[in-house]
């Protein structure tokens, strides 16, 4: 990766409107915190919920972390996204699966499951909240925040090592 290329994330659950608008807010929180440049966005494999807003529960969890996600809007997965992002990472495994299914031949994107950035949750899923209560919204708050954390301490590193810097 050159110095001058941006990183970009598609962070994908099943109908965006819980976990991946969630994943996206955390990422981009933590990357404008932290000041590294790179793209985020979010999408569902399903189409149920395009053009809605997040789940109440969600933006909820999000405004008492201090970011509004109520001008989010749910969209579905297209062809295109598949050479737009450098990396699409999925929720879920069942979503993993979709995503790699629906991946055109000419993909740029690597494809992964996000809580492979932690340490210690390779192969995990972030737990879908929506049957639940809000409890559990706080808690996939709290996978994808640390998810967002080592993305952005990853790219920040892989950074300082393209330019000789420790800092």
């Known amino acids: 990766m050159s110095l001058s290329s941006t990183r970009s994330f598609l962070l994908v659950c099943l109908g965006n409107i819980c976990r991946s608008p969630l994943a996206e807010a955390a990422l981009r929180d933590a990357a404008a915190r932290a000041g590294v440049a790179m793209t985020v966005d979010s999408a569902g494999t399903g189409a149920w919920h395009v053009g809605n807003p997040p789940d109440p529960r969600s933006q909820a969890v999000?405004?008492?972390?201090?970011?509004?996600?109520?001008?989010?809007?749910?969209?579905q997965v297209v062809a295109a996204d598949f050479r737009r992002?450098?990396?699409?990472?999925?929720?879920?495994?069942?979503?993993?699966?979709?995503?790699?299914?629906?991946?055109p031949k000419d993909s740029t994107a690597r494809i992964g499951l996000l809580m492979d950035a932690v340490p210690g949750r390779t192969g995990q899923?972030?737990?879908d909240p929506y049957y639940g209560g809000a409890a559990g919204f706080e808690v996939t708050w709290a996978d994808v925040s640390a998810a967002a954390g080592a993305i952005v301490?990853?790219?920040?590193?892989?950074?300082?090592?393209?330019?000789?810097?420790?800092s």
């Open 125 to 127: 899923a972030v737990v």
């Open 85 to 103: 992002f450098t990396d699409i990472l999925a929720l879920d495994r069942d979503n993993l699966a979709e995503l790699r299914r629906r991946a």
């Open 153 to 166: 301490e990853g790219v920040a590193a892989d950074r300082r090592s393209c330019t000789g810097r420790n």
């Open 62 to 75: 999000a405004l008492a972390h201090g970011i509004d996600i109520s001008g989010h809007r749910a969209r």
